[in-house]
């Protein structure tokens, strides 16, 4: 199996020693961009990783958590920071300056951490983390088009190396593929109906803009449902499986998930933040997976989430769930290589949606 991003090259970013560091200057830039780490106090418990050697930040981001692991590990405590946004892994380097030869950055997609640590020729790890949010730096940026409360390109890319947007998306899948999409990574469950809408819209002209297409959505859902969703946007669930299909998103945290036991040493731990039931279940899965194989046990058997305080100075934390695992004895790769084969082979016509998801499978018009 060919993995999603493994034709992109692994960019390595020195993270230069900074003379004396300027925390004025680091939480400058973090409110600026408007973004808080979430649960960083809650991950740090976690992982524990006071006297660990070598972490892994696979979504290294604006570098939040990379900071406050490096600080709870000591001095012998090195970090490998990954993430596909550059723009991200800029802001990151300035902030774990302070760490000087202790980071190294590599602008990867974190399916490829195999990649990145025969690159960095290291071995096994001690603790691998992954916060599957997207940035408020990429969220509130409308050249993204991630938002629907913004104009902007109707792009969604969080790597702007992959060469698919989300307009490619929405102008050539015919309604059908389109209507599977829309329900397998929003659950939606009137995806024939909004498909229908986004069809019918196109003939006209090219849909390429964020707001056109959040205005088609929304009027394609029947009254008393957007009356129903008050307080969240009729567009959010469209949104969602649009980025989810344009980056690959849950291939390629399936593929992480199976790299675990073949990157992290015996008691090594790893942690995953996600945001959404389709990730979570996914990660729930995979956790128990190792578990009943005998080569994992779960750190907290429920996820842990935001306190009401945290919720309130960052709303957007509010869905966040944390689940941990520590590893007993590393698995092989030709067993993830297996596991990985089984979800190609489940897989339809290359778009990664699964068979079990779409809609009618079992019978049932979900609109």
Request: hydrophobic share 40%; glycine share 8%; net charge positive.
């Amino acid at each position: 199996m060919s993995m999603p991003g493994s034709s992109r090259c692994i960019l390595f970013w020195p993270v230069p020693q900074r003379a004396r560091p300027n925390r004025r200057g680091a939480d400058k830039d973090m409110s600026e961009s408007n973004h808080l780490s979430v649960m960083v106090e809650q991950v740090v418990r976690l992982l524990r990783p006071e006297g660990c050697e070598l972490i892994v930040d696979c979504t290294a981001g604006l570098g939040g958590h990379a900071e406050a692991i490096l600080s709870a590990a000591g001095r012998q405590g090195r970090l490998i920071g990954i993430d596909v946004d550059e723009s991200l892994l800029k802001r990151a380097k300035k902030r774990l300056e302070v760490f000087g030869e202790r980071v190294r950055l590599f602008r990867a997609n974190f399916s490829q951490l195999v990649e990145v640590l025969d690159q960095s020729a290291e071995g096994k790890v001690d603790l691998v983390l992954a916060d599957l949010g997207v940035a408020s730096a990429q969220l509130d940026d409308p050249a993204r088009g991630l938002s629907f409360m913004a104009d902007g390109p109707l792009d969604m890319r969080l790597d702007l190396r992959l060469t698919r947007t989300a307009a490619d998306i929405v102008n050539t899948m015919d309604r059908t593929q389109l209507a599977d999409l829309i329900y397998a990574y929003g659950e939606e469950r009137f995806s024939r109906r909004i498909a229908g809408a986004i069809v019918a819209a196109r003939r006209t002209r090219r849909i390429a803009r964020s707001l056109e297409l959040a205005e088609i959505v929304s009027k394609a859902l029947p009254p008393a449902v957007r009356a129903k969703r008050r307080g969240v946007h009729p567009a959010t669930r469209t949104f969602q499986a649009l980025r989810i299909s344009v980056n690959e998103e849950l291939t390629n945290l399936e593929i992480l998930l199976n790299s675990l036991p073949r990157v992290l040493k015996p008691n090594g731990r790893a942690a995953v933040i996600s945001f959404h039931s389709l990730e979570d279940r996914r990660v729930k899965h995979a956790f128990a997976d190792l578990v009943r194989s005998g080569q994992g046990r779960l750190l907290n058997p429920k996820p842990i989430t935001p306190d009401a305080e945290e919720i309130k100075l960052n709303p957007r934390s509010r869905s966040a769930k944390l689940r941990g695992i520590e590893m007993l004895i590393s698995g092989s790769s030709d067993g993830a290589k297996d596991h990985d084969q089984r979800n190609t082979d489940r897989a339809v016509g290359g778009t990664g949606v699964h068979r079990d998801v779409r809609p009618g499978a079992d019978g049932a018009d979900r609109n």
